[in-house]
């Protein structure tokens, strides 16, 4: 008699285990066999269908065959993760406690989530029609783009989209010529070996002595983790492209992460100018085509280069060669919700795996990363000096207490600002703070204007007008009149980057001004239009919040003005101070980064801090070493393994019960000694966001196998209690948001 066959199945449901399935009615049985893990099946679950991911075809289950559902039908027949994937996955919702199905559907496109079979399609590439060949050289002068697209397809039978990208050619204008019968579109069957015999479109630039040195100690050869500490404009993406030339070299493939869809971009642009090979991007930005596409196309071994954010991680290569990550310390990297994984943490599981080189760049590494560098357990490459003939900004603390300000601004910012434009030079202007104003005042009773679901105030916005909560999303309109004593004296309080650009064109009037925030760049490639503007050279004024920060390259910035220095010095997060130091030099590095020299102003009502005087006179590493010294006293990150148990409700007290359940089973798992402690449970940072109430227990370990061992088995406690059904709960093992 023939062993039953039953199917192992990962399903995207918020619940710690698999599910057996029997075959598909009519499918194969001897067939069975051959079906590999990581193939995607679509299967009922409970009153609707969901895709899931086959770990394994086995003979025996703890459910009755009689009790098992039969499968609706495999997807594909290969398997769309392969085993290194596959492995990483488990792993990874291991490690940071969550469903296995849930981490798959992480590393999965969502059109794959959605049953599309993972099969790549040709590429399309723009060729000439026959009358389109017919026409002479310098034809359609009048319309310059089009006259650029076709003079280039003379030169080039045919180009593919990132080559329109690298010509700075919108695709609507490939579209005019199409309407006129001059170019068609064709589809190419993609080789995954690359026509080129050069790898490169130009050359590499020369490395400076410094560079060098850092570059040599990088091995090729085997896993190791490299911090890249440069100063902001010392040359560490130039790195990073000799880097990963000799990986490509080698026929292998590249990885980079950056933090914001904001930077891919300006760093495809980069690589494409760079390599004459395939560059795929993976973010967020993209539709789900697009991004599938590229995913496959990485699968493929076509793309040799992929950049991306976060989730980019999980992209399946041929023969991946190295990985690097670019501002390793910011939080982006983290999910703060689901499966919440680092990348970064993750990144060196992976290198780890494959046995290949991990490259870790910041100029304000995160002390996690710093940690490990100064333990030996990562390789220390310093770059000191900015590349070329650029020199470090002078960074000027401007003490504005008793100051009469201008809307924010302090009269030796204004002047400051006005010479800088005078000599023909741009300016950047920052405040982390979106909107007109932080919150609305009422001048006669005190009222603010608080959101109704969130322990926050509304923010002002002027464009449209109304009120908006950023935590949860809330809106509602401005109101004429006091809610509390009908007033009509409602007043904004504070300063906002809408309003910094509205105070910034009264003052400087028939000046460009250029606000970057969530707000001016939420429609599609509007940071890239808005940064081209910059890049004019012309002289104008940038007013952004800390996207600014993150890894622009502004030539002819020579002057930030940085308004409210003191954010992050009073938090209530442990990690505040050190996020704070990172932001500030962050922003401070975009001033002078090309042949001009730059100036930083910080505008601080707590000059004399010694967090802010460590900063400026000594730098981010004497900060850093004052930061590791309160958290070693202090038992916590790096020193220590952090793990919060988070629960939320509409309603407190269910919230509060359930983790006093979560610590009752903790301590009875594993009670409380110096290597292992229990805090709460506490509210949360802001205890009510979204109509709901939030609160956290704190496990803090003094060894992090003993904390996953506790996870582990209070996990599955918690799931099988009934307290969990009337919470929403997560376990967020190296939490970096406390609140």
Known sequence: MLEPRLLEIALPVPLRRNFDYLPPIDFPLDALDSMQAGTLIKVPFGHQELIGVLLAVKSVSSYQPAKLRPALGFIDHHPVLDTELLELCRWAADYYQSPLGEALQTALPVLLRQGEPARLKGEPVFVLTTEGKGLPEGALKRARKQAELLAALQKTPQLTRADLDLLEIPRAIAKNLIDKGLVRIEELVISTQNPALQLLREPPLPLSDEQQQAFEQ???????????????????????????????????????????????????????????????????????????????????????????????????????????????????????????????????????????????????????????????????????????????????????????????????????????????????????????????????????????????????????????????????????????????????????????????????PGQKIIRVDRDSTRNKNAMQKLLEDVHTGEPCILVGTQMLAKGHHFADVTLVVIIDADAGLFSTDFRGPERMGQLLLQVAGRAGRAEKPGRVILQSHHTDHPLVQTLVTRGYHALADLILQERQLTALPPYRQLALVRAESKFPQKATDFLTYARQQAEILSPATPALSYLGPLPALMEKRGDRFRYQLQINSAQRKPLQQLLTELAMKLEASPLAKAVRWSIDVDPQEMG
């Open 218 to 508: 990088i091995d090729f050869t085997g896993f190791k983790t490299w911090l890249l500490d440069g100063a902001t404009g010392s040359g560490k993406t130039e790195i990073y492209l000799q880097a990963i030339e000799q990986c490509l070299q080698q026929g292998k493939q590249a990885l980079v992460l950056v933090p914001e869809i904001g930077l891919t971009p300006q760093t495809i642009q980069r690589f494409q100018r760079r390599f004459a090979v395939p560059v795929a991007a993976l973010h967020s930005g993209l539709n789900d085509k697009e991004r599938l596409e590229a995913w496959l196309q990485a699968r493929a071994g076509i793309a040799r280069i992929v950049i991306g954010t976060r989730s980019a991680l999980f992209t399946p290569f041929q023969s991946l060669g190295i990985i690097i990550i670019d501002e390793e310390h910011d939080g982006s990297f983290k999910q703060q919700d689901g499966f919440r994984y680092s990348a970064r943490d993750l990144a060196a599981v992976r290198a780890h795996r494959l046995n290949i080189p991990l490259i870790l760049g910041s100029a304000t590494p995160s002390l996690e990363t710093l940690h490990n560098a100064l333990q030996g357990r990562s390789q220390h490459l310093q770059l000191k000096a900015r590349a070329g003939s650029a020199r470090p900004p002078e960074i000027q603390l401007l003490d504005i207490r008793g100051e009469i300000l201008h809307d924010g601004f302090a009269q030796a910012s204004i002047d400051a600002i006005s010479e800088t434009l005078a000599r023909g030079n741009q300016v950047l202007v920052f405040l982390n703070r979106r909107g007109y104003a932080p919150t609305l005042e009422c001048h006669d009773c005190g009222w603010l204007a608080n959101c109704h679901f969130c322990d926050a105030r509304m923010t002002v916005h002027q464009t449209p007008r109304h009120l908006h909560c950023h935590h949860c999303d809330h809106q509602r309109a401005l109101p004429r009149r006091c809610p509390h004593c009908n007033s009509s004296h409602l007043q904004p309080i504070g300063q906002g980057t809408e309003r910094s650009e509205i105070v910034l064109q009264q003052l400087f």
